[in-house]
């Protein structure tokens, strides 16, 4: 059974950090990349950031660069997100994925989300 199982969310206040976690089980979590999504209420989800199955080549949104980081420890099949002097307008459901393309097979699979809430 797949599962993503996102936690580190919480409430903090303007330019402060939060790191999030995301671990997978049930799949080969070193063959896959991983991303992080986010999705402020009323708005579509948008992509944060990418990283490949390796850990390299990480990807950023252009408002994030800088000051988040995406990261990945193959060995505990856990993917991070360092969030640092975060935003209020980055309040959000943050959501973690995993995707893989073989041929014409596409897996996808996502978590259930955690809520990041930046306030003062």
């Known amino acids: 059974q797949v599962q993503l199982v996102e936690s580190g969310g919480g409430f903090v206040q303007p330019a402060r950090s939060l790191r999030l976690s995301c671990a997978a089980s049930g799949f080969t979590f070193s063959t896959y990349a991983m991303s992080w999504y986010r999705q402020a209420p009323g708005k579509e989800r948008e992509l944060v950031a990418t990283?490949?199955?390796?850990?390299?080549?990480?990807n950023y949104v252009d408002s994030v660069k800088g000051r988040f980081t995406i990261s990945r420890d193959n060995a505990k099949n856990t993917v991070y997100l360092q969030m640092n002097s975060l935003k209020p307008e980055e309040t959000a459901v943050y959501y973690c994925?995993?995707?893989?393309?073989?041929?014409?097979?596409?897996?996808?699979?996502w978590g259930q989300g955690t809520q990041v809430t930046v306030s003062s």
């Open positions: 994925n995993a995707l893989r393309n073989v041929w014409a097979i596409r897996y996808d699979y």
């Open positions: 990283i490949t199955s390796a850990g390299g080549s990480p």
